[in-house]
DNA sequence: TGCCATCCTCAGGTGTCTTTCAGCAGCGCC
DNA sequence: GGCGCTGCTGAAAGACACCTGAGGATGGCA
């Protein structure tokens, strides 16, 4: 998950910034582009570990684009298919895309399959720990103290966003367009849902979930008491 | 990429303050630790882009180390092997670090392996030092002397903008636009909150807010007389 | 259809932060 | 030294951010 590099080729800028945008705050390194024409040079050089790929392109389609991945790249390859392309998404999957999300797509899916893929590949741990908390999200598993702890399906995505960014600061509004998918800005949702999350997280053990008044939420252990020096 | 962490591991002392001090030299912040007794602590509060792992350490090893850096942090990690451990090497790789040095090793080549993985994980320092404080916008974090300090968000919104000036006079007017989007001209609440942040940084240490009368203010160390040059 | 879990909205309560104001201190120019 | 200007700071009220309980809407499942 640290670090790894992911190629999003898009040609619709508002959807490829913003899939940018979530998959750097999520911690990979990004790169972006419109289309493919400098795919090749884009795989020699940047070597992305995973590649997602629009399905319709100007110039060189989704398709053409997946066996040029395919030869010269050991990257994995998320598509993104339109709605009801069923005969495209068949057509992805069985000429070797390793997963696919269809249009429209909430962010936190494409960053949790690509996360998945990426582990799939072994090229990321699967499971993040914050203090005595594990969330496994491939597995929908969160243990705490050794015990699992019940979530909805809401509750647990944002735990997993969360966890993804654990020691930095997540503003609502990023939360809102990161996990719900959502633009307009009710930060309202998001506190009724870090209430219900910290009730549950907190009848096992201290905080995890802090609330920086006026910034957002951050996971991590411990208030950051009293610490050591970290100048040497 | 100047400024980014490292924590540096590793038990021969000689080795860890070579390394240290020529990464040191090279711009970043360093901490190093002669195992990985506190490393949990290490990661959640300093906060590394890098780490650099000894493989054979007393007490836990390198590899476990390594597991706990990734399932704990977002961290690149660097290897330091054996000259002949070629399975050693091929196990860090498997297993997950980003790079590797074989020992003995010149520190040039480790300074630019570090500084080629920050470049690959895309890792824009998060935070900026002045003097002894450490400014963290990402994580909302300030450090005084290895302390946290409590600040309000518009506090902390200050002083990140005046961080990221600092050597730089910035007037109250480019403070009043930059951190408040105002553009109505009111000095006195930039003072108000120069006021409350003094209190808050100077309970800790010597002034490094500090006012230019009839300009604006700057955040550097020290009074420093008439000439402006600070290091950078 | 009826039940249940989950999701989302609403509204009230609480505590903190922001902003304004006013008085005082310090600097520099005459 | 006197005066005006700039900057500092304590106090206060109004605004705002956050938390949480309650209940309606929705959708899956028997």
Redesign the pocket.
């Known amino acids: 998950m640290t670090g790894a590099r992911v190629l999003v080729v898009e040609d619709a800028e508002a959807i490829r910034v913003a899939v940018q945008t979530a998959l750097a705050g999520a911690g990979y390194a990004v790169l972006d582009k419109p289309d493919g024409q400098t795919l090749e040079r884009d795989l020699r050089v940047f070597r992305p570990d995973v590649v997602v790929l629009d399905v319709m392109l100007p110039g060189r389609d989704g398709f053409a684009l997946l066996e040029v991945v395919r030869r010269s790249s050991t990257a994995g390859v998320v598509m993104l298919t339109a709605r009801d392309g069923v005969a495209d998404r068949l057509r992805g999957l069985t000429e070797g895309a390793d997963d696919y999300v269809v249009k429209p797509f909430v962010l936190a899916e494409l960053i949790a399959r690509v996360g998945a893929l990426l582990r799939r590949l072994g090229r990321a741990p699967s499971t993040v720990q914050v203090g005595d908390a594990v969330i496994d999200a491939e597995a929908g598993v969160v243990l705490r103290g050794g015990q699992p702890i019940e979530l ?4 647990f995505k944002l735990l997993c966003y969360l966890a993804a960014q654990r020691g930095r600061v997540a503003s ?1 509004t990023q939360i809102l367009t990161s996990v ?1 998918g959502y633009d307009d800005y ?4 998001v ?2 849902y ?2 219900t999350l ?1 009730r549950k997280l907190e009848a096992r053990g201290p905080r995890l979930l802090h ?1 920086v ?4 939420y951050v996971l991590r252990e411990g208030d950051l008491g009293p610490c050591p020096q970290p100048e040497s």
């Not at 909805?152 to 509750?155: G, I």
């Not at 008044?213 to 957002?216: A, D, E, V, W």
């Open positions: 909805t399906a809401t509750e609502k719900w009710d930060p309202n949702l506190e009724v870090v209430s910290r609330t008044r006026g910034l957002g």
